[in-house]
């Protein structure tokens, strides 16, 4: 079973401040890891993936995400964040191979103040 | 290339009715799977199809049916509509090949409310 928390419904942070958003995972087997961007009334966008190898991992728009095994964490971060960042990210988990049945958090809301 | 495509974007059906939602998968996809997304919430999986079967199934009623036809393309059915269906239905396409971590494309979705 796999499953998935976001700590934070709601996010606000200053223009130009640091973007952190919280995924904690459950998974009982090597899990891949997701960050997915949803603007309203729009689908789901791919931000970034963990599969293997590397654990820090480089998105779109200037986001990245790092993989903590040992904290069963994939935390998403961005340095400074712009106003078109303002969305609903939603962090998620498969497992391995071709036919993924992915397990979504409840999502984090984005604010971004100017 | 297009990428995954559904219809319709809005509907609006009476409780009691039946629906059919659409999906052409990207280019080159051969697997299938629908997420529910109700409102403040997370998509929730509701099926997946490969080779036109059904291949995975999450926690739905059997008033959720589907289809995958040999183009690859996929229908959701939903029989007996109640106003708790009332969501965004994401159509997501991936290929199950033997390269693992294939990435999966969501489509923009079809909203459907229920009165």
């Known amino acids: 079973a796999q499953s998935v928390t976001q700590l934070g419904s709601h996010v606000s942070v200053s223009e130009g401040a640091l973007v952190l958003l919280r995924c904690n995972y459950s998974?009982?087997?090597?899990?891949?890891l997701f960050w997915y961007v949803q603007y309203p009334n729009q689908g789901l966008q791919l931000l970034l993936k963990y599969t293997t190898g590397a654990t820090l991992v480089k998105g779109i728009n200037g986001f990245e995400a790092e993989f903590k095994k040992s904290e069963t964490s994939f935390h998403l971060t961005k340095p400074s964040a712009h106003m078109s960042d303002a969305a609903e990210y939603f962090c998620?988990?498969?497992?391995?191979?071709?036919?993924?049945?992915?397990?979504f958090g409840t999502g984090t809301k984005l604010q971004v103040i100017p | 290339d297009a990428g995954v495509t559904q219809s319709p974007t809005h509907l609006i059906k009476t409780r009691g009715q039946q629906v059919t939602l659409r999906c052409s998968p990207k280019?080159?996809?051969?697997?299938v799977s629908w997420y529910q997304q109700a409102l403040g919430q997370g998509p929730q999986f509701i099926f997946q199809?490969?080779?036109?079967?059904?291949?995975q199934r999450g926690n739905f009623p059997d008033r959720f049916s589907g289809h995958q036809f040999p183009n690859y393309s996929s229908e959701l059915n939903v029989n007996a509509l109640l106003l708790g269906d009332s969501a965004l239905y994401l159509c997501?396409?991936?290929?199950?090949?033997?390269?693992?971590?294939?990435?999966?494309?969501f489509g923009e979705g079809s909203w459907l409310t229920v009165v």
């Open positions: 998974s009982s087997v090597p899990p891949y």
């Open positions: 998620a988990v498969s497992s391995s191979g071709g036919y993924q049945k992915v397990t």
């Open positions: 280019s080159g996809h051969d697997t």
């Open positions: 997501a396409s991936t290929f199950r090949g033997r390269s693992s971590g294939n990435t999966i494309y």
């Open positions: 199809y490969y080779e036109e079967e059904e291949r």
